[in-house]
């Protein structure tokens, strides 16, 4: 009996040490009050609950119909999607996003943003450079040359930098923070920033987006959250892949927040989200980035909340790509998003007047 209690002890020991993260400067010190208002927030939120989030509104609007509940987090996309990239119909689709971010801000939600880039070199291109969706893809990118001042690349680089940042410029007239997430499954080779032979061009593309947005253009609204892949190579044995994914790593003076994209994938024992909090790649992440709080920056859907409280890993927040429908079931989302452990938008309080400094 005292050794069964004494390893649910240590387990329980072990949930909590392993998900409290010490409060870290952040990677820009002229952070606007309001994001330091979310950051605190963040941190004093970390390994107690997690926030539930959703990518969309239109997604988040599904939630609040089948429980009630909206989540913390929503996501929207910096891209336009449609070609040309920068023409008018793409810019059109840029400030709906802007715009539907900015209401769900006036609600008192947090606002993400990724950005699925395409291919500076394409304006008919895509961020996939395989197919995808029933698309073509549009093809590698020359990485190497792009983070090379002089080049054809680095000037089409520079110039997609350029527009997506005069678009953010809106976002922090507003004072609205943003978890910024770009370059997002950044191992994984199907984007087009991948570079999978020499790593280190990507990290360096990282770090010049970083000290464009951030030391030319001071957008000092932005929270940076680095995405990894599920995989960082081939089969069951790219799931951890620590050397490489360490290569990928822009360093933590780059980084505010790391997360992980993990979908199910029975074929390497990633399981259904009702069945696993995917706590092997948690520890990764842990080892990738020591001290920094871990979300899941994109999932199915919420994993089981009761085993995040219970047996851990407790996720900062955790970001389902779907609203309601198969792949994340009505009677999931009412048991998920209701519940104890579960931040959602209700409870969120008021960052103007907390500064973030409260205990949910």
Known sequence: MFKRLLVHFIIALGITCAAVAPAAQPCDPDLTPEV???????ESTYGKKTLAGISGERNAESILKVCGKEPAIVSFDLSGWNSPA???????VVQDSLDKAKVWSRKGGIVAMQLHWKNPGRPDGRAWVGASGGKPGTGPYNIAAAIKPGTTEHQQVMDDLKRHADFLQQ???ARIPILWRPLHEIEGGWFWWTDKEQPENTTALW???????????????????????????KGAEGLANLDMRKRFYPGDAYVDIVGIDIYPNSSIGIGKPQEDTYAKSHAVMKQ??????????????????QRMMTQ??????????????????????????VHEFVITLDQLPDLKTTGGNTDL
Do not use: Q
């Open 36 to 42: 330091r208002a979310l950051l605190n927030l963040l």
């Open 207 to 233: 770090r010049m987006m970083f000290d464009y947005f951030v030391k030319e253009r001071k957008l000092h609204n932005l929270i940076w959250v680095y995405s990894s892949a599920l995989r960082c190579g």
């Open 288 to 305: 990738l980035a020591p001290g920094k709080m871990i979300a899941l920056s994109e999932c199915e859907a919420m994993p089981d909340p």
């Open 312 to 337: 851990g890993p407790r996720w900062l927040y955790c970001l389902p790509w779907w609203g309601e429908g198969k792949r994340h079931p009505a009677d999931w989302i009412k048991k998920t998003y």
């Open 171 to 173: 976002m922090l007239d």
């Open 86 to 92: 920068w023409g008018k119909s793409y810019n059109k």
